[in-house]
């Protein structure tokens, strides 16, 4: 069996600078992740041919980072899914089980560095499901990783900066976007309380400001307290219909307008890939601005499982810089626990890193109290609306399943196999659970979450099956 | 939950004997809790392939009530008022060896005269059964023509619709600490979210049974083991017709040779087109949900042994429970010995097809004291303490000649 001293599972800005920082202090680190090459979303490397405007320190501060990474002795597998984690009780070792062309089927540990970062939140509408309505996380993807343009006219709408990053991309690469849609409608009275924790976060600013300028430069319309309600087509999305919300986020029927379109990208915010949390069942808290549980964890980013931490966006959604700082000290912390060092030698260094994530910690806050979704959204579904793609469970049976006494998630996954399918849930759990709070009237935490067994991907059969094993009469 | 605390009865354990139970108690008009640790169907429950099964019936005693159990199926997705997802399908257990079906001779000559066709079906008919069957080092199979399956949630679900419009109180979410007494009577139950009373507690709590036991000086003699089991995508490649289990197993060391996991081939089909796979046992008092980091390995490798087909078929998820076993092979059934107020429905072999009936039974014990329907004394719990405390074991092939219980 392969065995190592830490893995860490993504390389984002969290997993990347764990890896950096746990090789710098003498751990032996494999690093995992499923694309080809290191990043994760924020850091994405584009593609030469395709290679647009993109802001520079954000670069510099990318390739100073993989410099570092490429001159350490971490080993890094690319393009290798982990499937599994396991206790090998034999061993009293995490076991690691991996898909790839080139990794070993399995790997021990006795440290795992979850950084797993985060995906686009979705909010269930009629037409959703067309082909053409995609997130604004799959627009950036298409743009820059494929050049591929998602539309030509094209509807943005959803909260927060993503989707304006979203929509700036989308005008440089070429499409007519005839309006951005901010679903939050006290954007600047709930930004003022916040104004302190924009001190110091300049570069920040200056990343938003550059955004906006692509809309101002079109004249493209930036609509607050508005959504996309509805998208219609025959086979992919052709007319969106749009409408002012309500104080809480209830659309508002006389406003409703058509408008063609050949794309629609929705970008509601980011829900924390938390699958292998809830895999190992580790202790979890309900936070309400993700809108999801979470798991717990100690000073050194730790969870309650031993040897499992959690670091970055996969935690809780506050950002590359925040998730850098934490991957920093859990790399610390797992190299104190392997007898690398002592805490009393990274005493100053810990001390300096705590100041700068007090600070990410606020601004983190700061967006994560401006942009949570009002409860209204979910109320655009109609009955026949899909809930669960994969399994394409409507509304209505969603609703059935509630009225038989379900009072978790769980159930409704169970009467109605929401959830059940290859994703497991990821689009759909939230949206189960707010759904359910609605109709139960009780709250999205009372609800609970999907369980996730392994694999947290699907895997064939061929590739776990072991042809050398013993069959006994 | 706008209750009160007060209830005719609480039933403990929401899986589907729970369920049950719970649907006939509110039936009979009886003001019933149903109390669950954690949600419906969270223990063995959720985790079976719902086989409504005759065939591997205990064979001293339990054939009169399983029936009587098995004969409500045909009608009950019309009490219900809704699809449980239930089937009339046939069972084929693949053979390798003749001492295999030699195993089975016992149950061979005694299903069929109670009405349960069992019987040995030569390889070239297996072929014609199921042709994707691996034929290589096929002795033949037993074959029980007149099994079922149901979707184990629905059932579970249809339980539960119609005892929530019969006023039933579900309590998820409440996991029991402690019983309530008043001198030797049971008189409710102390949870994490409060204490609540009644004049009836009927335990339903199988692999938890021995635990709550042990709280009140009742060691029942009740073994877990972990079962486990996993699912694929829809896979059209291939379509079988039955349930397809092995006589065949493999071994495989989880901690050490002390503690093997062995793993049989069961297969199904869901209606769906998934494939439900393979089911992995290893003894043990753990009670928690995580799979061996062996069995999805263990439980890929038996299945493509016998359908090397589905090597191209994707798994989307593998679990765990734990299940129950008992000496006899008989439940724990009926009032407790000297504890008035306390009834146990616990540790039935395939809870699936029991289910009915146990919900009849334990509303005549509410209702009247006694059992009509049936003569439950042999169930009755006491006998089990009387036992010797064996552990249960995985039984291995490399020692003695034996063979996993259907």
């Known amino acids: ?473 | 939950m706008k209750t009160t605390n007060t209830f005719d009865v609480i039933i403990v354990g929401a899986g589907v004997v729970g369920c049950s139970i719970a649907y006939h108690l509110t039936k009979a008009g009886f003001k019933v809790a149903l109390v669950e640790q954690k949600h419906v169907g969270s223990g063995a429950s959720g985790a079976n392939f719902g086989m409504v099964q005759s065939n591997d019936v205990e064979i001293k005693h339990s054939i009169p009530m399983v029936l009587k159990s098995y004969k409500r199926f045909d009608n009950l997705e019309k009490e219900l008022g809704m699809s449980i997802g239930f089937r009339r399908i046939a069972s084929l257990r693949l053979l390798s060896s003749e001492s295999q079906w030699m195993n089975s001779k016992d149950r061979a000559s005694i299903l069929p005269k109670v009405g349960i066709p069992y019987e040995y079906l030569p390889p070239e008919r297996v072929a014609e059964i199921e042709p994707e069957v691996n034929p290589n080092g096929l002795f033949g199979a037993t074959y029980a023509s007149f099994q079922g399956q149901v979707n184990p949630f629905l059932l579970m679900w249809g339980f539960l619709k119609n005892a929530h419009r019969q006023g039933l109180s579900l309590l998820t979410y409440h996991e029991v600490n402690n019983f309530l007494m008043e001198g030797s009577r049971v008189v409710g139950v102390d949870t994490t979210k409060g204490k609540l009373y009644a004049d009836k507690v009927v335990l339903a709590t199988a692999a938890w049974t021995r635990k709550l036991g042990l709280l009140i000086g009742q060691n029942w003699n009740i073994h877990t083991f972990r079962a486990s089991a996993m699912v694929t995508e829809r896979f059209s490649d291939l379509q079988i017709h039955s349930i397809v289990t092995s006589a065949d197993h493999i071994e495989a060391a989880v901690n050490g040779p002390e503690d093997a996991e062995l793993t049989v081939m069961a297969l199904s089909q869901t209606q769906e087109g998934n494939f439900l796979i393979a089911q992995a046992d290893r003894p043990g008092e753990v009670l928690d949900g995580k799979i061996s980091h062996v069995a999805p390995r263990t439980m890929s490798t038996i299945t493509t042994r016998f359908f090397p087909i589905l090597r191209k078929a994707k798994i989307i998820r593998t679990w765990t429970a734990p299940t129950t076993y008992t000496d006899d092979g008989m439940p724990l059934l009926g009032p407790v010995k000297d504890l008035p107020g306390l009834i146990l429905a616990a540790s039935f072999r395939s809870a699936v097809v029991h289910s009915p009936i146990a919900g009849e039974i334990i509303t005549e014990l509410v209702n009247q004291g006694y059992c009509d329907l049936l003569d439950i004394s042999p169930f009755a719990p006491e006998r089990t303490m009387m036992e010797a405390d064996t552990v249960y074991k995985v039984k291995s092939t490399k020692t003695e000649s034996n063979e996993m219980p259907e």
């Open chain 1, 1 to 473: 069996m392969k065995q190592t001293e830490l893995i860490i599972i993504g390389a984002g800005p969290a997993g990347i600078q764990a890896a950096i920082t746990a090789s710098e202090l003498e751990v032996e680190v494999t690093l995992i992740d499923s694309q080809p090459s290191v990043g994760g979303q924020y850091f994405k490397q584009v593609p030469e041919e395709f290679n647009i405007h993109d802001s520079s320190s954000h670069q510099k501060q990318a390739s100073e980072l993989f410099n570092k990474l490429n001159n350490s002795r971490v080993k890094y597998l690319p393009e290798t899914l982990v499937w599994g984690i396991f206790h090998n009780p034999k061993t009293d070792l995490w076991q690691v089980t991996l898909q790839g062309e080139s990794c070993p089927s399995r790997i021990e540990s006795a440290f795992i560095i979850i950084a797993t970062g985060a995906y686009d939140r979705s909010i269930p509408f009629p037409g959703w499901d067309l082909p053409g309505v995609i997130t604004a996380g799959a627009a950036q993807i298409m743009i820059k990783n494929q050049g591929i343009l998602p539309g030509k006219q094209v509807i943005v709408s959803g909260t927060g900066p993503l989707q304006l990053a979203a929509a700036s991309n989308l005008i440089e690469a070429g499409a007519k976007v005839q309006a951005v849609l901010e679903c939050n409608q006290k954007l600047f009275i709930r930004g003022i309380h916040h104004l302190p924790s924009i001190w110091g976060q300049w570069r920040r600013l200056q990343e938003g400001f550059q955004y906006t300028e692509n809309l101002i430069k079109t004249k493209t319309p930036y609509r607050i307290g508005w959504s996309v309600i509805k998208a219609d087509g025959f086979e992919k999305v052709e007319e969106a219909t749009i409408g002012k919300l309500d104080s809480v986020g209830n659309p508002i029927q006389k406003s409703y307008q058509k408008i063609a379109v050949d794309a629609v990208v929705v970008g509601y915010g980011l829900t924390p890939s938390t699958e292998f949390f809830r895999l190992l069942d580790v202790d979890m808290r309900y936070s309400k601005s993700e809108g999801i549980f979470l798991p717990k964890r100690n000073e050194f980013f730790q969870t309650n499982a031993q040897g499992i931490y959690a670091v970055g966006d996969c935690a809780g959604i506050g950002g590359a810089k925040l998730a850098m700082q934490e991957g920093k000290i859990a790399a610390i912390d797992v190299a104190v626990q392997s007898g690398k060092t002592s805490l009393t030698n990274m005493e100053t260094t810990l001390n300096q890193i705590e100041r700068k994530l007090n600070r990410e910690q606020k601004f983190a806050k700061m967006l994560g109290e401006i942009f949570s979704l009002p409860d209204g959204l979910f109320s655009f579904a109609q009955p026949d609306t899909i809930i669960c793609r994969c399994e394409q469970i409507s509304l209505s049976e969603i609703k059935e399943a509630i009225s038989f006494g379900a009072q978790s998630v769980t159930d409704i996954k169970n009467i109605t196999r929401s959830g059940m399918g290859n994703c497991q849930g990821r689009t759909c759990g939230s949206i189960l659970s707010q759904i359910l709070a609605k109709e139960a009237r009780c709250n999205p935490e009372d609800c609970q979450y999907l369980n996730i067994r392994p694999p947290v991907h699907p895997i064939l059969v061929e590739t776990i099956e072991e042809e050398t094993t013993e069959v006994l009469s």
